[in-house]
């Protein structure tokens, strides 16, 4: 599912996960390796037109793992680890590189980012949120497709 099917289906959690990584330029992007090890890197993410969108430089490793194997997760910058406003934010699902003229060019259009470069949509399996609520309670919103969100409180 796309951000747009995301957020009509959570829009509060869709909300608020677009403001914690609209707080900050660069969030961490996980992905897999050849052999299956894990790759954490720097990414600058957009969200327009009702997609999630991550463009990469060409060439750069991480781009090269998405296209041997697409499955990501991304995690918002903390910030400064003092207030943590909006929670801490987890994105997980598929990277789809796109190809289309057309596509491409509305992206630059909007973003002007450095050319050449890898751009990926992306097609989300989960997105998680845990905060602390009345300075007492860990809570844990957890969405995925198909479900409503389900929240977990914790003492």
Not at 100 to 106: E, I, M, N, S
Request: proline share 7%; hydrophobic share 40%; net charge negative.
């Amino acid at each position: 599912m796309n951000w747009a099917g995301f957020a009509a289906a959570a829009p509060a959690l869709a909300d608020t996960a677009e403001a914690r990584f609209g707080a900050y330029t660069h969030h961490v992007l996980a992905t897999l390796r050849k052999d299956g090890s894990p790759r954490t890197t720097g990414l600058e993410v957009r969200f327009l037109r009702g997609e999630l969108w991550l463009g990469m430089m060409p060439g750069s490793l991480k781009a090269l793992d998405l296209r041997r194997d697409p499955r990501f997760a991304l995690q918002a910058n903390p910030g400064d680890g003092t207030g943590m406003g909006g929670g801490d934010v987890r994105i997980a699902g598929r990277a789809i590189e796109v190809e289309d003229p057309a596509t491409r060019a509305g992206y630059v259009e909007e973003v002007e980012p450095p050319e050449p470069f890898h751009l990926f949509r992306t097609e989300l399996t989960e997105v998680v949120r845990t905060c602390v609520e009345d300075d007492k309670y860990l809570v844990v919103e957890i969405w995925q497709p198909g479900q409503p969100v389900r929240t977990i409180r914790r003492t």
